[in-house]
């Protein structure tokens, strides 16, 4: 079962390695020679015209952002027009070249790809626009568009006309990100993402009512020490704007993360001590999320120490109190409105789509994102609009191949003859393949290090979804000759209630 994401995501990839293959031809005069790196992601903001996809080539001294349209033959002939016409807009919205992928017959027209290069040569034929045209996909191949794509058009950009953009332009076209949805397992909690969308929901139709007696004075006089013309509810959400989802932000911001019980920072002052309230997302369906406090390198802990030791002052406290408010407001938002688009709850806009409406509208039926109807609707979307079907087909062929070829990659054994499997080898294995094989993560993601591990947030929110089995511990879990323990029961489940909803 496939729909139009999760082929485009595989044909970006495969086109993407195509390019990678021939890039001193498609680069020629631009960067260092051979030393172009490419990956296939999508768009990070939501400014229309929207790309399917974004394929990113990056030389030590350059980088370009290409934009993905994907046309499948159900969508007809006329959707090769379609897609030269996105291709055009795409160029203008700030992208240094476009990429136009389309069958390359159809029932009543046998060289389409032909006839869209045909128009192009003959108006405008310095644009830097590539046509591919491909065969049907073999959806149970690792790679479905492997040997089943042909280029066209393939200009290189050197020989291509500058494109004159509208002020700004550049900068709608600068951010890709993964080419599944962006989610971090601290924070794409299904009831934040609920919140989020309910917010928008209620703003869209009666506004917003901020109330200031929500803050202490200290807080109130600490921002204002920071920024005298700052408006405290937009600097401590970090928003700037009245639009409808920086409305919305501001409403779940202080009305369940920031919110009145949880905003001072301390009960009394001899000694000082810190005001331990949870926020009030549920990260599962009884226990509350805790931010800004509850161990010892929270900001409250940290700041509460600091003064019970006599090393800051109150003053001081509250600013950086106030100035980490206002970061990690930037943070989760960044994590749960792009997440929420990707899967198609918001429109670019700001509105609840179709689709946003009905989960809502799930969750608040039954008071709670973790029923079993809007969980649904969330595991459908994130594996359809989010592609994460296709990051489930990447590991699910990769690792089956591996396992069938040795049984015990990945497998340590001690002295006693028990064997363990590797878990964090076998991640960092797919994540090599993923970057220089397939193309579909960043190289940059390799050097990242840290603490955070391979795909670590990707697979633990498909864990907290049910779409990964777990282990006795409730973790993902990972068995020799298997890899990953996918739930594919659930993941056919969702994808037919997704496509029937």
């Given at each position: 079962?496939?729909?139009?994401?999760?082929?485009?995501?595989?044909?970006s990839?495969?086109?993407?390695?195509?390019?990678q293959?021939?890039?001193?031809?498609?680069?020629?005069?631009?960067?260092?020679s051979?030393?172009?790196?490419?990956?296939?992601?999508r768009?990070?903001?939501c400014?229309?015209?929207?790309?399917?996809?974004?394929?990113?080539?990056?030389?030590?001294?350059k980088?370009?952002?290409?934009?993905?349209?994907?046309?499948?033959?159900?969508?007809?002939?006329?959707?090769?027009?379609?897609a030269?016409?996105?291709?055009?807009?795409?160029?203008?919205?700030?992208?240094d070249?476009?990429?136009?992928c389309?069958?390359?017959?159809?029932?009543?027209?046998?060289?389409?790809?032909n006839?869209?290069?045909?128009?192009?040569?003959?108006?405008?034929p310095d644009?830097?626009?590539?046509i591919?045209?491909?065969?049907?996909?073999?959806?149970s191949?690792t790679?479905p568009?492997?040997?089943?794509?042909?280029?066209?058009?393939?200009?290189a950009?050197?020989?291509c006309?500058?494109?004159?953009?509208?002020s700004g332009?550049?900068t709608?076209?600068?951010?890709?990100?993964?080419?599944?949805?962006?989610v971090?397992?601290?924070?794409?909690?299904?009831?934040?993402?609920f919140?989020?969308?309910?917010s928008?929901?209620i703003?869209?139709?009666?506004?917003?009512?901020?109330?200031?007696?929500?803050?202490?004075?200290?807080?109130?006089?600490?921002?204002?020490?920071?920024?005298?013309?700052?408006?405290?509810f937009?600097?401590?959400?970090?928003?700037?704007s009245?639009?409808?989802l920086?409305?919305?932000?501001r409403?779940?911001?202080?009305?369940?993360?920031?919110?009145?019980?949880?905003?001072?920072?301390?009960?009394?002052?001899?000694?000082?001590m810190v005001?331990?309230?949870?926020?009030?997302?549920?990260?599962?369906?009884?226990?509350?999320?805790?931010?800004?406090?509850g161990?010892i390198?929270s900001?409250k802990n940290?700041?509460?120490?600091?003064?019970n030791?006599?090393?800051?002052?109150?003053n001081?406290?509250?600013?950086?109190?106030?100035?980490?408010?206002?970061?990690?407001?930037?943070?989760?938002?960044?994590?749960?409105?792009?997440?929420l688009?990707?899967?198609?709850?918001?429109?670019?806009?700001?509105?609840?789509?179709?689709?946003?409406?009905?989960?809502?509208?799930?969750?608040?039926?039954?008071?709670?994102?973790?029923?079993?109807?809007?969980?649904?609707?969330?595991?459908?979307?994130?594996?359809?609009?989010?592609?994460?079907?296709a990051?489930?087909?990447?590991?699910?062929?990769?690792?089956?191949?591996?396992?069938?070829?040795?049984?015990?990659?990945?497998?340590?054994?001690?002295?006693n003859?028990?064997?363990?499997?590797?878990?964090?080898?076998?991640?960092?294995w797919?994540?090599?393949?993923?970057?220089?094989?397939?193309?579909?993560?960043?190289q940059?993601?390799?050097?990242a290090?840290?603490?955070?591990?391979?795909?670590?947030?990707?697979?633990?929110?498909?864990?907290?979804?049910?779409?990964?089995?777990?282990?006795d511990a409730?973790?993902?879990?990972?068995?020799?000759?298997?890899?990953?323990?996918?739930?594919?029961?659930?993941?056919?489940?969702s994808?037919?209630?997704?496509?029937?909803?």
């Amino acid at each position: 079962m496939s729909s139009h994401n999760t082929e485009a995501a595989y044909a970006s990839a495969e086109i993407a390695s195509m390019i990678q293959t021939q890039q001193d031809h498609f680069f020629n005069g631009f960067g260092a020679s051979g030393a172009w790196s490419l990956f296939a992601g999508r768009e990070g903001g939501c400014q229309w015209p929207l790309a399917d996809g974004v394929i990113s080539a990056t030389n030590p001294n350059k980088q370009f952002n290409i934009a993905f349209e994907f046309k499948r033959p159900n969508e007809g002939v006329h959707g090769i027009l379609t897609a030269l016409g996105q291709s055009y807009a795409y160029l203008e919205k700030g992208y240094d070249a476009s990429v136009m992928c389309i069958p390359c017959r159809y029932s009543s027209h046998n060289y389409p790809g032909n006839h869209v290069n045909r128009i192009i040569e003959a108006t405008t034929p310095d644009i830097p626009i590539w046509i591919f045209t491909y065969d049907n996909p073999d959806l149970s191949a690792t790679r479905p568009f492997m040997n089943k794509i042909t280029c066209v058009r393939d200009i290189a950009l050197s020989a291509c006309r500058t494109i004159q953009r509208t002020s700004g332009a550049a900068t709608t076209a600068s951010r890709v990100t993964t080419l599944w949805a962006h989610v971090r397992e601290s924070m794409s909690h299904p009831d934040a993402l609920f919140r989020f969308c309910q917010s928008v929901k209620i703003v869209s139709s009666s506004g917003e009512n901020l109330v200031t007696s929500l803050f202490p004075q200290q807080l109130i006089d600490a921002v204002r020490r920071i920024d005298t013309n700052a408006d405290i509810f937009k600097y401590l959400s970090n928003t700037a704007s009245d639009c409808i989802l920086d409305m919305a932000w501001r409403k779940l911001w202080f009305s369940f993360y920031f919110w009145k019980d949880l905003i001072p920072l301390y009960g009394g002052n001899n000694p000082y001590m810190v005001n331990d309230v949870a926020t009030r997302i549920k990260i599962d369906e009884t226990t509350y999320q805790k931010l800004f406090s509850g161990r010892i390198d929270s900001v409250k802990n940290k700041l509460v120490n600091k003064l019970n030791e006599g090393i800051i002052s109150e003053n001081d406290a509250w600013e950086e109190y106030a100035k980490k408010v206002r970061s990690y407001a930037h943070s989760y938002r960044e994590v749960i409105d792009s997440g929420l688009y990707h899967m198609g709850f918001l429109s670019p806009n700001g509105d609840l789509t179709e689709l946003g409406y009905k989960y809502v509208d799930a969750c608040e039926r039954s008071n709670s994102a973790y029923n079993n109807l809007p969980m649904e609707i969330l595991r459908g979307a994130l594996l359809q609009n989010g592609q994460f079907a296709a990051l489930l087909h990447y590991i699910f062929k990769l690792s089956e191949e591996k396992f069938d070829n040795d049984l015990y990659a990945f497998t340590a054994e001690n002295a006693n003859g028990t064997r363990s499997f590797k878990q964090l080898e076998y991640l960092q294995w797919l994540l090599d393949y993923f970057a220089n094989t397939l193309h579909i993560v960043q190289q940059s993601t390799l050097r990242a290090g840290g603490t955070r591990h391979p795909l670590q947030a990707e697979i633990s929110f498909m864990n907290k979804l049910g779409i990964v089995r777990s282990n006795d511990a409730g973790r993902p879990a990972y068995r020799i000759g298997t890899g990953l323990c996918v739930d594919w029961p659930q993941v056919e489940t969702s994808l037919q209630f997704f496509n029937n909803l």
